[in-house]
């Protein structure tokens, strides 16, 4: 019997989100502002989670207001010369996970969902992060909403999350889980 690769990236990103959700420490930082801003192409890769030309650092989850949504916060760094593409995220935390808010600038034409906003709150669909570019999303600004949650989120654990890119491919990220009022960490 032959198994496919996807089910296998699934399999463990359900696990490890599971497992995710039962263990970690999360010590204090400060939080960052939305931003998209320019990196030099080929400069040094900040400390992180690295594919390809990917790099994710700060990520984190904030403990949910609710029991059905949480939101995850994370920097994407393109150190490469050519655009890559954030097209799903998956996570054992949630049975659905999308990208929202983000600007306008890194949603692809084709995509029909705009970036959120006042008139409401949207899915933005394929992440665009150009060549050499740094894309936070950060409060205020973009986020990963998770929903249907499938169990509670508490301070001190940590999320799973699995980004699959179009170039650098698929990227593992361990997200702590902090309360509503802390600053958010600091670090890669």
């Known amino acids: 019997m032959r198994v ?23 010590g204090p930082g400060t939080a960052a502002g939305a931003q ?24 984190y989850v904030r403990e949910p207001a609710s029991p059905d949504v949480v939101v995850a916060y994370l920097t994407i ?44 709150h949207q899915a933005a669909g394929p992440l665009v992060v150009p060549a050499g570019a740094t894309i936070a999303l950060a409060p205020g600004g973009g986020h990963l909403m998770l929903t249907s949650l499938t169990g509670p989120i508490r301070p001190g654990q940590r999320v799973s999350l699995l980004l699959y890119f179009q170039r650098a491919g698929q990227l593992l990220v361990d997200a702590p889980v902090i309360a509503i009022a802390a600053p958010a960490p600091t670090g890669g």
Not at 4 to 24: E, F, S
Not at 45 to 58: C, E, F
Not at 84 to 108: F, N, Q, W
């Open 4 to 26: 496919r690769p996807a089910y296998v990236a699934a399999a463990v990103a359900l696990a490890l989100g599971a497992a995710g959700l039962v263990r970690g420490v999360v």
């Open 36 to 59: 998209l801003a320019a990196t030099q192409p080929g400069a040094t890769r900040p400390p992180g989670v690295s594919a390809g030309d990917i790099t994710v650092t700060g990520a």
């Open 77 to 120: 760094v393109n150190s490469g010369r050519q655009p890559d593409t954030l097209l799903s995220v998956t996570t054992g935390a949630a049975r659905s996970a999308a990208v929202y808010g983000i600007p306008a600038s890194t949603v692809p034409a084709s995509t029909s969902a705009g970036a959120g906003g006042a008139g409401g």
